[in-house]
């Protein structure tokens, strides 16, 4: 039986995690695989601290460069993260001929293109199945299941911590700062959560995504970008009350010519499925022209979902390898060639429902005045409430709107804060209608 060399760079949560599997589950592996999977060596500054997995005859050294330089090794499995260091190493390994295995959503959605560029150079693998959505196998359904799709949409929760602060403050009625005490404290934000908590990390896996989606170049810089520090309790109550669902959703949308692209609280039906993904969990719903809706749900992190989805690229590069074939699956589902640089929506121009709420003065007219600023602006109103006890002299006041466009919006909203009519800065959630089967 053939024997796969395989190296870990990173030996924290993700590379324990997949340390841990291929010796727990070598018989398994062997027999699905047809080969064995040898955990030569692990790399990691640390070699003292001790992680919970029997090493056995693998190597712990501090220098990544005895197994980016080492001819026996096939396979590298980046859990390094970050955009410094970990893409010296993988492109040095791409260089070197290795096949390399990576979690490193952050590097793909800044480097990707780069990183694809080297392994074609190279004629080696470049696989990423954990960077996006946890043990869901969202990167494979995309490059090899829809194949025969064109892609509508796709509608993500693709963040545990967001996911499970909005969890709390829609079911505990806690505030922002409680929730995320508490997603802390349970180790499902850092302690630094920005990343998480201000989409940043939602973006990095939905340029990934709309790549493999559209066959586009990887695009961060364009997809805007909105975290969920500001959603209340109030207004999550409010949602409740007209039937919606407050989550942060990664929005991907194709149109002719260019792609929509967005990460921000977004109210969706209380009856849409994924209005009841709640805590750390994930999910996304992609709409294909022949397979109408789909849904994958699971976990989006933690030690073995990831290390799980490691294993399962690790399993594919080593069926490539006993088969004798290289680069049977294009890196982004589609050939380097035929890879297009389309175009981001400006989000200024992009159209959708609103819901508004303003804390406005207990004065006579104030309705009709920011009623009268909206309709200047051509935005037409759905429903209006005066709701919740007057506070100070103000009271709260909830719009939904019908579709307008996001500049219009802005611009009146920008008006009705200049007025004497309302106190602070109105609260915008975009509405999105979701198709549901």
Known sequence: MKTINIGILGYGIVGAGVAR????????????IGAVLNLKTIADIDTTTTRGVDLGTTTLVSDANMIIDDPAIDIIVETIGGETISREFILKSLENKKHVVTANKALLAGFGNDLVKAARKNQVDLAFEASVGGCMPIIKFLRESLVANDIKSMSAILNGTCNYILTKISKDGSDFEEALRQAQELGYAETEPSLDVDGFDTAHKLAILNSLA???????????????RNITP??????????YTIKLLAIGKIHEGYVEARVHPTMISSSNPLSHVDKSMNAI????????????YGHGAGMMPTASAVLSDIADIARNIISGTKRRVPILGYPEDNIKSIPILPMEELYTKYYLRFEAQD??????????????NNISIKSVHQKGRKSNGKVPVVMITHMAKEAWVQHALKEISKT????GRPVVIRIEEIVEE
């Open 21 to 32: 599997l291929l010796k727990l589950k070598k018989q398994l592996l062997e027999s699905r």
């Open 285 to 296: 719903a992609i709409e294909a022209d022949a397979t109408g809706q789909t849904i994958l």
């Open 363 to 376: 004065h006579p007219g104030v309705l009709a005045k920011i009623s009268g600023i909206l309709g200047e």
């Open 420 to 423: 004497d009519s309302v106190v």
């Open 214 to 228: 559209h066959g586009m170049e990887i695009n961060l810089k364009d997809i805007y970008v909105e975290g969920i």
């Open 234 to 243: 109030k207004d999550i109550e409010f949602a409740k009350e007209f039937g």
